[in-house]
């Protein structure tokens, strides 16, 4: 499975999302490819030092993209591709390719209402592909006292997608991970909240990950 993570907006919290679900896939027993699609190449670079048994390819732009990232996903269960802030063209190419497409959003009105070229985006591809990819959208960064507002469900409404029910707070420890060369798991009792909510995102999310992972348990 290709799972694209996108946002034409930088500062949402692709990186941060792409390199904790590539950490957790690996960690319930996949094999796991990141593909850092981003200019800035942070993701990459994070995940060698938080988990450096995740493999990494770095795509730089659309042509290579579309003619790469399926293979990628012929040696591996799954392939987590962090897509760029501002390349749409990149974007475009991730969702022509990708199985679901996860896009993070900053929980306010102003940041639900800027999704608008991301979504199109998005609804272009599903467009050509017949309905693919599967797309959600995925609060991050959000304040600890947030509350889903009936205006926030009706703008994410409006957007064709449908929202996690999970959220990425904003927490500290989750600011520091990268610094550290860290997952929130690894960081002890002070990333133990931020893990569980991060990983209800990903159980909502993925759950073929943890089905997958049962069964050849069984």
Same mark, same amino acid.
């Given at each position: 499975?290709?799972?694209?993570?996108?946002?034409?907006?930088?500062?949402?919290?692709? +990186?941060?999302?792409?390199?904790?679900?590539?950490?957790?896939?690996?960690? #319930?027993?996949?094999?796991?490819?990141?593909?850092?699609? %981003?200019?800035?190449?942070? +993701?990459?670079?994070?995940?060698?030092?938080?988990?450096?048994?995740?493999?990494?390819?770095?795509?730089?732009?659309?042509?290579?993209?579309?003619?790469?990232?399926? +293979?990628?996903?012929? %040696?591996?269960?799954?392939?987590?591709?962090?897509?760029?802030?501002? #390349?749409?063209?990149?974007?475009?190419?991730?969702?022509?390719? &990708?199985?679901?497409?996860?896009?993070?959003?900053?929980?306010?009105?102003?940041?639900?209402?800027?999704?608008?070229?991301?979504?199109?985006?998005?609804?272009?591809?599903?467009?050509?592909?017949?309905? &693919?990819?599967?797309?959600?959208?995925?609060? +991050?960064?959000?304040?600890?006292?947030?509350?889903?507002?009936? %205006?926030?469900?009706?703008?994410?409404?409006?957007?064709?997608?449908?929202?996690?029910?999970?959220?990425?707070?904003?927490?500290?420890?989750?600011? %520091?991970?990268?610094?550290?060369?860290?997952?929130?798991?690894?960081?002890?009792?002070?990333?133990?909240?931020?893990?569980?909510?991060?990983?209800?995102?990903?159980?909502?999310?993925?759950?073929?990950?943890?089905?997958?992972?049962?069964?050849?348990?069984?």
């Amino acid at each position: 499975m290709i799972i694209a993570v996108v946002n034409s907006k930088g500062g949402v919290g692709k +990186s941060t999302l792409s390199v904790h679900l590539a950490a957790w896939l690996s960690t #319930n027993g996949h094999r796991v490819t990141l593909a850092d699609c %981003d200019t800035q190449q942070s +993701s990459s670079e994070w995940i060698r030092e938080a988990a450096p048994q995740v493999n990494t390819v770095r795509m730089d732009n659309a042509d290579t993209i579309l003619n790469e990232l399926p +293979s990628l996903a012929e %040696d591996a269960d799954f392939v987590v591709a962090d897509g760029p802030g501002s #390349n749409t063209e990149t974007s475009r190419a991730l969702l022509l390719k &990708a199985d679901r497409a996860l896009v993070p959003a900053k929980a306010s009105m102003l940041e639900v209402r800027a999704l608008a070229k991301a979504t199109d985006v998005v609804r272009q591809a599903q467009d050509i592909r017949g309905g &693919a990819p599967d797309a959600h959208l995925v609060l +991050s960064m959000v304040a600890m006292r947030y509350r889903l507002t009936r %205006d926030m469900k009706e703008a994410a409404a409006a957007l064709k997608l449908p929202l996690a029910t999970s959220a990425l707070i904003l927490r500290q420890v989750v600011a %520091d991970a990268p610094g550290q060369g860290a997952v929130v798991w690894d960081m002890g009792r002070r990333g133990a909240e931020a893990a569980a909510e991060i990983d209800a995102i990903f159980v909502e999310m993925v759950p073929e990950a943890l089905r997958n992972t049962r069964k050849a348990a069984g």
